[in-house]
Protein backbone atom coordinates (compact mmCIF):
# COMPACT_ATOMS: atom_id res chain seq x y z
CA UNK A 1 0.00 0.00 0.00
CA UNK A 2 2.76 2.16 0.85
CA UNK A 3 4.59 1.91 -2.55
CA UNK A 4 1.21 2.49 -4.19
CA UNK A 5 0.63 5.93 -2.44
CA UNK A 6 4.18 6.75 -2.99
CA UNK A 7 4.05 5.69 -6.47
CA UNK A 8 0.70 7.86 -7.09
CA UNK A 9 2.38 10.73 -6.04
CA UNK A 10 5.43 10.97 -7.83
CA UNK A 11 3.06 10.24 -10.76
CA UNK A 12 0.67 13.09 -9.97
CA UNK A 13 4.07 15.29 -9.19
CA UNK A 14 5.23 14.74 -12.84
CA UNK A 15 2.06 14.98 -14.29
CA UNK A 16 1.33 18.22 -12.51
CA UNK A 17 4.94 19.58 -13.68
CA UNK A 18 4.38 17.86 -17.23
CA UNK A 19 1.31 19.28 -18.36
CA UNK A 20 2.59 22.74 -17.25
CA UNK A 21 4.99 22.59 -19.80
CA UNK A 22 2.60 22.15 -22.47
CA UNK A 23 0.51 25.40 -21.56
CA UNK A 24 4.12 27.04 -22.23
CA UNK A 25 5.67 27.86 -25.65
CA UNK A 26 7.70 25.29 -27.84
CA UNK A 27 10.26 28.27 -27.56
CA UNK A 28 13.58 27.00 -25.49
CA UNK A 29 14.12 29.37 -22.64
CA UNK A 30 16.33 32.17 -22.55
CA UNK A 31 20.45 31.48 -22.12
CA UNK A 32 19.20 27.51 -23.63
CA UNK A 33 19.14 26.26 -19.79
CA UNK A 34 16.13 23.79 -18.31
CA UNK A 35 15.43 20.52 -19.63
CA UNK A 36 14.24 20.55 -23.71
CA UNK A 37 10.00 19.74 -24.17
CA UNK A 38 11.27 15.94 -25.41
CA UNK A 39 12.69 15.38 -22.14
CA UNK A 40 10.25 16.30 -20.00
CA UNK A 41 7.82 14.55 -22.67
CA UNK A 42 9.36 11.65 -21.96
CA UNK A 43 9.73 11.99 -18.33
CA UNK A 44 5.77 12.61 -18.41
CA UNK A 45 5.74 9.44 -20.57
CA UNK A 46 7.79 7.45 -17.63
CA UNK A 47 4.70 8.65 -15.16
CA UNK A 48 1.62 7.78 -17.29
CA UNK A 49 3.47 4.39 -18.24
CA UNK A 50 4.66 3.38 -14.59
CA UNK A 51 1.30 4.35 -13.24
CA UNK A 52 -0.61 2.55 -15.92
CA UNK A 53 1.48 -0.89 -15.65
CA UNK A 54 1.12 -0.16 -11.59
CA UNK A 55 4.68 -1.02 -11.20
CA UNK A 56 6.60 -1.68 -8.01
CA UNK A 57 9.95 0.00 -7.10
CA UNK A 58 11.50 -3.83 -8.30
CA UNK A 59 9.84 -3.92 -11.37
CA UNK A 60 10.93 -0.24 -12.64
CA UNK A 61 14.51 -1.23 -11.63
CA UNK A 62 14.78 -3.79 -14.15
CA UNK A 63 12.19 -2.58 -16.70
CA UNK A 64 13.74 0.76 -18.19
CA UNK A 65 16.55 -0.39 -18.38
CA UNK A 66 14.67 -2.77 -20.66
CA UNK A 67 12.82 0.07 -22.52
CA UNK A 68 15.27 2.71 -22.99
CA UNK A 69 16.87 -0.08 -25.22
CA UNK A 70 13.59 -0.67 -26.85
CA UNK A 71 12.71 2.65 -27.24
CA UNK A 72 16.53 3.43 -28.96
CA UNK A 73 15.99 0.61 -31.76
CA UNK A 74 12.74 2.02 -32.77
CA UNK A 75 14.18 5.80 -32.32
CA UNK A 76 16.80 4.67 -34.53
CA UNK A 77 14.87 2.75 -37.25
CA UNK A 78 12.31 5.95 -37.14
CA UNK A 79 15.31 8.27 -38.03
CA UNK A 80 16.34 6.04 -40.84
CA UNK A 81 13.11 6.10 -42.41
CA UNK A 82 13.13 9.49 -41.68
CA UNK A 83 16.45 9.95 -43.59
CA UNK A 84 15.16 7.78 -46.50
CA UNK A 85 12.27 9.83 -47.26
CA UNK A 86 14.01 12.79 -46.96
CA UNK A 87 10.85 14.21 -44.51
CA UNK A 88 9.04 15.59 -47.80
CA UNK A 89 5.43 14.01 -48.30
CA UNK A 90 5.57 12.60 -51.65
CA UNK A 91 3.84 14.17 -54.49
CA UNK A 92 1.53 10.63 -55.48
CA UNK A 93 -0.44 12.25 -58.40
CA UNK A 94 3.13 13.21 -60.13
CA UNK A 95 4.74 9.92 -59.29
CA UNK A 96 4.92 6.93 -61.58
CA UNK A 97 3.18 3.49 -60.73
CA UNK A 98 6.69 1.85 -60.56
CA UNK A 99 7.92 5.11 -58.14
CA UNK A 100 4.79 4.35 -55.99
CA UNK A 101 4.74 0.81 -55.62
CA UNK A 102 8.41 0.95 -54.54
CA UNK A 103 7.35 3.63 -51.66
CA UNK A 104 4.39 1.57 -50.35
CA UNK A 105 7.14 -1.60 -50.59
CA UNK A 106 9.74 0.93 -48.29
CA UNK A 107 6.48 1.41 -45.92
CA UNK A 108 5.91 -2.27 -45.92
CA UNK A 109 9.51 -3.13 -45.30
CA UNK A 110 9.71 -0.12 -42.09
CA UNK A 111 6.52 -1.66 -40.28
CA UNK A 112 7.97 -5.06 -40.78
CA UNK A 113 11.37 -4.21 -39.26
CA UNK A 114 9.12 -2.26 -36.16
CA UNK A 115 6.92 -5.12 -35.59
CA UNK A 116 10.21 -7.33 -35.67
CA UNK A 117 11.45 -5.09 -32.77
CA UNK A 118 8.35 -4.88 -30.90
CA UNK A 119 8.42 -9.09 -31.23
CA UNK A 120 11.80 -8.76 -29.98
CA UNK A 121 11.00 -7.25 -27.16
CA UNK A 122 7.48 -8.93 -25.90
CA UNK A 123 10.21 -11.52 -24.79
CA UNK A 124 12.42 -9.29 -22.85
CA UNK A 125 10.03 -7.40 -21.56
CA UNK A 126 8.56 -11.04 -20.56
CA UNK A 127 11.55 -11.84 -18.43
CA UNK A 128 11.33 -8.68 -15.80
CA UNK A 129 7.55 -8.22 -16.12
CA UNK A 130 4.17 -10.61 -16.17
CA UNK A 131 2.53 -10.97 -19.49
CA UNK A 132 -0.28 -9.39 -18.52
CA UNK A 133 1.97 -5.85 -17.60
CA UNK A 134 3.87 -6.81 -20.71
CA UNK A 135 0.43 -6.68 -23.08
CA UNK A 136 -0.40 -3.67 -20.39
CA UNK A 137 2.76 -1.45 -21.60
CA UNK A 138 1.47 -1.62 -25.56
CA UNK A 139 -1.52 -0.53 -24.19
CA UNK A 140 -0.43 2.31 -22.21
CA UNK A 141 1.69 3.39 -25.43
CA UNK A 142 -0.70 3.97 -27.29
CA UNK A 143 -3.05 5.92 -24.26
CA UNK A 144 -0.40 8.11 -23.90
CA UNK A 145 0.29 9.01 -27.92
CA UNK A 146 -3.78 9.72 -27.45
CA UNK A 147 -3.00 12.16 -24.32
CA UNK A 148 -0.44 13.71 -25.93
CA UNK A 149 -2.25 14.45 -29.00
CA UNK A 150 -5.17 15.60 -26.54
CA UNK A 151 -2.35 18.32 -25.02
CA UNK A 152 -0.94 19.29 -27.90
CA UNK A 153 -4.47 20.29 -29.46
CA UNK A 154 -5.56 21.61 -26.36
CA UNK A 155 -2.49 23.84 -26.04
CA UNK A 156 -1.89 24.38 -29.85
CA UNK A 157 0.47 22.11 -30.45
CA UNK A 158 4.03 22.52 -30.88
CA UNK A 159 3.79 25.34 -33.16
CA UNK A 160 1.53 27.46 -31.32
CA UNK A 161 -1.82 27.74 -32.18
CA UNK A 162 -1.11 25.91 -35.49
CA UNK A 163 -3.50 23.18 -34.45
CA UNK A 164 -6.55 24.96 -33.17
CA UNK A 165 -9.14 24.61 -35.03
CA UNK A 166 -9.22 27.73 -37.91
CA UNK A 167 -10.04 25.58 -41.02
CA UNK A 168 -6.34 23.57 -40.75
CA UNK A 169 -3.97 26.04 -39.65
CA UNK A 170 -2.48 27.18 -42.88
Known amino acids: MKNQFITFTVFVLLVITSVSVFAQTSTPPAGGSGPKRSEKIDALKAAFITKQLDLTPAE ?3 FWPVYNQYQNEIQALNKNRMANTNNMKPDIDN ?3 ADINKMIENEFVFEQ ?3 DIRKKYVTQFEKVLSVKKTAKLFQAEK ?18 DRFRSNGGGQ
Open 143 to 160: DFKLFLLKQMSKDGGPGG
Open 60 to 62: AEK
Open 113 to 115: QQL
Open 95 to 97: MSD
